[in-house]
């Protein structure tokens, strides 16, 4: 049984950085994902299995880079510049299979900004 | 900018069938993917590959599509099923996943 735990909840000032992680029980394609208050789903980005590839979300290239050491099997999440309206929960999800799902989820961290 | 377009809401009685729909141009030729979001917890995928069901999902959510839409149905609602549904499938150009805006669900 696939099992994805997170880092816990962290609180930043606007401009800072923040660093997400999520320990997994093996290296699949990792996606993250974030839920902002009041918003829908959103896609933020994948990182390959041997974590020498990944690709954003148009909206996030340049402020968001995912990294995994796959000998601990961690997935990292940074992303910089960090605004008021980049309040969310942040998760990482496995990918399945040879389809965009998203088949596990780790149970997410709360990022807040907030001066 | 392309999207995939969910109603934003839906209210069922107990024990009457929900239809949650999902309307986009690129789905005749994507998968489509759907996601029971609970408050306070994270997404579960429970329909996948448009009619797939994931072990451990219940046999009465199921999936559909025809032409440029894809629904999702759960027959005989119960007050557990009350939740966030979105709908997953890929960008316009195919290279990377794109979600809907949700519907929310209300069990009466």
């Known amino acids: 049984q696939v099992q994805l735990v997170q880092s816990g909840a962290e609180v930043k000032k606007p401009g800072a950085s923040v660093n997400v992680s999520c320990k997994s029980s093996?290296?699949?394609?990792m996606h993250w994902v974030r839920h902002a208050p009041g918003q829908g789903l959103e896609w933020m980005g994948v990182i390959n299995p041997s974590g020498d590839f990944a690709t954003y979300a148009q909206k996030f290239q340049g402020r968001v880079t995912m990294t995994r050491d796959t000998s601990t099997k961690r997935i990292y999440m940074e992303m910089s510049g960090l605004r008021s309206d980049d309040t969310a929960v942040y998760y990482c999800?496995?990918?399945?299979?040879?389809?965009?799902?998203?088949?596990?989820w780790g149970q997410g961290t709360t990022v807040t900004v907030s001066s | 900018s392309y999207e995939l377009t969910q109603p934003p809401s839906l209210s069922v009685s107990p024990g009457q069938t929900a239809r949650i729909t999902c309307s986009g141009n690129t789905l005749p030729k994507e998968h489509a993917h759907w996601y029971q979001q609970k408050a306070g917890q994270a997404p579960v995928l429970v329909i996948y590959k448009d009619t797939e069901r994931p072990s451990g999902i219940p046999e009465r959510l199921s999936g559909s599509k025809t032409g440029t839409t894809v629904t999702l149905t759960i027959t005989g609602v119960q007050a557990e099923d009350e939740a966030d549904y979105y709908c997953?499938?890929?960008?316009?150009?195919?290279?990377?996943?794109?979600f809907g805006g949700g519907t929310k669900l209300t069990v009466l």
């Open positions: 997953q499938s890929a960008d316009s150009r195919g290279t990377s996943p794109l």
């Open positions: 093996a290296n699949y394609y």
């Open positions: 999800a496995k990918g399945e299979g040879d389809t965009w799902a998203m088949d596990v």
